[in-house]
């Protein structure tokens, strides 16, 4: 035991969102039970990358006795948890074996095998839908998903595909799927981030923006050209502008 600096999550305020979760690089964090626990202390190595993902302030840093961090233990259990299968130990509890998925089951990422069809109860053999993947809530969306390496990506407010009756079939089909209110949504610095390591990490091919023609709308490209001048690699960006009657009213490479 040392005295160390380790997360700390205050339950009463955690409402188990999971965002939190991929957030850490280590892998340290699940929610179990409805609550964001700590996997592990030798799991956490108190830098805190997790703390601005939490949009209820539940997760804080405190200076107190604890096991040291293990890299070892880091790098064995981030292999266990590739497989999606954890054997480690709740920080103050029992052993939790076997557990499937490290998050909330809402943010799990989800790849759909290419060419897979949606069950014939929800699809028309008209308009079949395209998502490819899941989840789509740019929160929750991991920035090293497999759906999302090389592939060219929609960023898309959330009112687009209401507007647009031709969404699926013309705009998203092919594409992975982000998507996201500058207006409403917290946290953009954790979006800024994110968006700058899908470009560098997952090394997205073309990122395109579709945003509503509402002056509130305009914060999601100045988003994604912010991430572009911060990223290491440089990806074209398309903007497109979708007026309220469910026109495009601009649609151009910026």
């Not at 053999?125 to 920035?143: A, T």
Request: net charge negative; hydrophobic share 40%; glycine share 8%.
């Amino acid at each position: 035991m040392a005295l160390r600096k380790i997360v700390q999550i205050d339950e009463e305020k955690c409402d188990g969102c999971g965002v939190c979760v991929p957030s850490c690089a280590e892998g340290a964090i699940r929610v179990i039970d409805g609550k964001a626990r700590l996997l592990g202390e030798n799991l956490c190595d108190g830098l805190g990358a997790c703390l601005g993902a939490c949009p209820q302030d539940a997760i804080t840093i405190e200076e107190r006795e604890a096991e040291e961090f293990d890299e070892a233990a880091v790098e064995a259990h981030l292999v266990r948890q590739e497989a999606d299968v954890a054997d480690v130990t709740v920080a103050g509890g029992a052993p939790e074996v076997g557990i499937q998925f490290a998050g909330c089951p809402g943010s799990r990422a989800v790849p759909f095998p290419e060419g897979s069809e949606a069950p014939a109860s929800n699809a028309s053999p008209e308009s079949p839908p395209q998502l490819r993947q899941w989840p789509v809530q740019l929160h929750l969306v991991p920035p090293n998903a497999p759906y999302l390496q090389d592939a060219d990506v929609l960023l898309a407010a959330d009112c687009t595909a209401y507007a647009l009756g031709n969404f699926h079939d013309k705009y998203l089909k092919g594409r992975s799927l982000a998507i996201a209110c500058p207006k409403l949504d917290s946290g953009m610095d954790t979006y800024l981030a994110k968006l700058v390591s899908m470009i560098d990490d997952a090394r997205i091919n073309t990122l395109s923006v579709m945003m509503m023609e509402v002056p509130c709308c305009s914060g999601l490209i100045r988003l994604a050209k912010e991430a572009t001048n911060r990223a290491s690699r440089k990806v074209p960006i398309r903007q497109l502008v979708v007026g309220i009657r469910g026109d495009i009213l601009a649609d151009e490479w910026v």
